[in-house]
């Protein structure tokens, strides 16, 4: 008897314990709770902490369903864009979002995040493609990247809203050419780089040219006034001279012309090569002939003293 009474009191026991822990959740800080009864939610818990609920979930009565109360990311990889100027490129975006209406969330994607991801996936790509379409080649490469992001994020914000999310970000991860385009541009931009470095060379040469003008009329000017400088001096060289030759001759007129003639003897018959045809008693030699006759005067015997002579005498 004892036995039987222990045995259902430990049943109600069991019972009680499994009624209490089916009745009981917990929600974490990472995550929110939607109960659902009968299909239909009857509450949202967004706050951490321990809730209670109706017992027996497999009897369609209260059940949880946990959402990610966090940062959410979701990546469209390798989509081929076109540009208004019909070249494509390959762009990789991805999106950042959170689940702000866990209720909605549930009613239009029945919590699925896969579901919603697949319908915010499908919005990205069209939006893109057509932010892309109505800019130039170079838009995406360029500042204006921002503002294109930003006509993303607003095409992207109605259908997320809908869904019960809220968006955090959008970006481009990745913007690249495609082959064929790559190639074109690669080529272009080699074409413009040559070009601009014929157009440096040619300014080059132009500024060589110009500099070696102006050094050569430089070395012209500066030459003229060096041989002008220099024409000056010997002038006035030439002035002094002619002035002391002066002073000297009319202090001495004989020793200067005795000095021009020795010069003009040196500059005559200093060569070994030169011959003259003059006469003995040219005026060029007078001074010669004064040292000859001078020399034999010095060595001629002096004379014999004269004799006087008686006069004869007359009848």
């Known amino acids: 008897m004892i036995n039987n009474r222990s045995s259902i009191i430990l049943i109600v026991l069991?019972?009680?314990?499994?009624?209490?822990?089916?009745?009981?959740?917990?929600?974490?800080?990472?995550?929110?709770?939607?109960?659902?009864?009968?299909?239909?939610?009857?509450?949202?818990?967004?706050?951490?902490?321990?809730?209670?609920?109706?017992?027996?979930?497999?009897?369609?009565?209260?059940?949880?369903?946990?959402?990610?109360?966090?940062?959410?990311?979701?990546?469209?990889?390798?989509?081929?864009?076109?540009?208004?100027?019909?070249?494509?490129?390959?762009?990789?975006?991805?999106?950042?979002y959170k689940i702000a209406d866990p209720r909605r969330f549930r009613e239009t994607v029945s919590g699925d995040r896969e579901s919603?991801?697949?319908?915010?996936?499908?919005?990205?790509?069209?939006?893109?493609?057509?932010?892309?379409?109505?800019?130039?080649?170079?838009?995406?490469?360029?500042?204006?990247?921002?503002?294109?992001?930003?006509?993303?994020?607003?095409?992207?914000?109605?259908?997320?809203?809908?869904?019960?999310?809220?968006?955090?970000?959008?970006?481009?991860?990745?913007?690249?050419?495609?082959?064929?385009?790559?190639?074109?541009?690669?080529?272009?931009?080699?074409?413009?780089?040559?070009?601009?470095?014929?157009?440096?060379?040619?300014?080059?040469?132009?500024?060589?040219?110009?500099?070696?003008?102006?050094?050569d009329r430089q070395v012209v000017e500066i030459v003229a006034e060096a041989q002008r400088d220099s024409e000056i001096l010997r002038g006035e060289g030439e002035g002094e001279r002619t002035k002391i030759f002066a002073d000297a001759f009319q202090r001495d007129p004989g020793f200067f012309e005795f000095y021009r003639s020795m010069a003009a003897y040196s500059q005559a018959i200093g060569s070994p090569d030169t011959t003259l045809l003059l006469s003995p008693q040219s005026e060029f030699f007078r001074y010669f002939n004064s040292a000859n006759a001078q020399e034999q005067t010095e060595a001629a015997p002096p004379a014999a003293p004269a004799v006087p002579v008686a006069p004869e005498a007359t009848d």
């Open 14 to 96: 069991a019972a009680v314990l499994v009624i209490a822990y089916a009745s009981v959740f917990v929600v974490n800080e990472r995550q929110q709770a939607i109960v659902v009864r009968f299909g239909e939610i009857r509450a949202v818990k967004t706050e951490p902490g321990i809730y209670f609920k109706l017992p027996f979930a497999f009897m369609d009565a209260d059940r949880v369903q946990y959402v990610p109360d966090q940062a959410l990311r979701f990546d469209l990889d390798d989509i081929r864009v076109q540009v208004s100027g019909g070249k494509f490129y390959e762009v990789d975006a991805f999106v950042v």
């Open 116 to 215: 919603a991801e697949a319908r915010l996936r499908t919005r990205l790509d069209a939006s893109l493609r057509r932010v892309y379409g109505l800019r130039g080649f170079e838009a995406a490469l360029s500042d204006e990247r921002a503002s294109m992001m930003r006509e993303v994020r607003a095409d992207l914000r109605l259908d997320a809203e809908s869904l019960g999310l809220s968006l955090e970000d959008v970006r481009i991860r990745r913007t690249d050419l495609t082959q064929e385009v790559s190639q074109q541009t690669y080529e272009r931009m080699k074409a413009e780089r040559l070009a601009e470095a014929e157009l440096i060379r040619a300014r080059g040469n132009e500024e060589g040219q110009r500099r070696r003008a102006i050094a």
